[in-house]
Nanobody
Framework: QVQVVESGGGLVQAGGSLRLSCTASGLPFDDYAMGWFRQAPGKEREGVSG????????YYADSVKGRFTISRDNAGNTLYLQMNSLKPEDTAMYYC??????????????????????WGQGTQVTVSS
């Protein structure tokens, strides 16, 4: 059974930093693309950043480019999202997800929800002004 678990959320002041972590078990982690999504109250879930199974391809939403960095440690089955220069508009529940299929990375639409088949429960990030 696949389990995806996020951690690292919290309350931070604007301009601060947080690092989210995500572990995925029950699948060969190094064969799966991974992604971070977020959802604020009353808004749709949006793709924040994605990374291919090897780490050779990454994607960032325009709203986080230059501030967030995605990385993965395949030996440790862990995905990271380093978030710097946080803004109040980054406040949301952040979700980690694993690709629906092994060795699948849709370069044309990397953060399409349909690409991802395994989801965590989320970790809350709140940025105060």
């Amino acid at each position: 059974q696949v389990q995806v678990v996020e951690s690292g959320g919290g309350l931070v002041q604007a301009g601060g930093s947080l690092r989210l972590s995500c572990t995925a078990s029950g699948l060969p982690f190094d064969d799966y693309a991974m992604g971070w999504f977020r959802q604020a109250p009353g808004k749709e879930r949006e793709g924040v950043s994605g990374i291919s199974w090897s780490g050779g391809h990454t994607y960032y939403a325009d709203s986080v480019k230059g501030r967030f960095t995605i990385s993965r440690d395949n030996a440790g089955n862990t995905l990271y999202l380093q978030m710097n220069s946080l803004k109040p508009e980054d406040t949301a529940m952040y979700y980690c997800a694993a690709a629906r299929y092994r060795r699948y990375y849709n370069a044309g639409a990397p953060m399409s929800l349909a690409n991802f088949g395994y989801w965590g429960q989320g970790t809350q990030v709140t940025v105060s002004s």
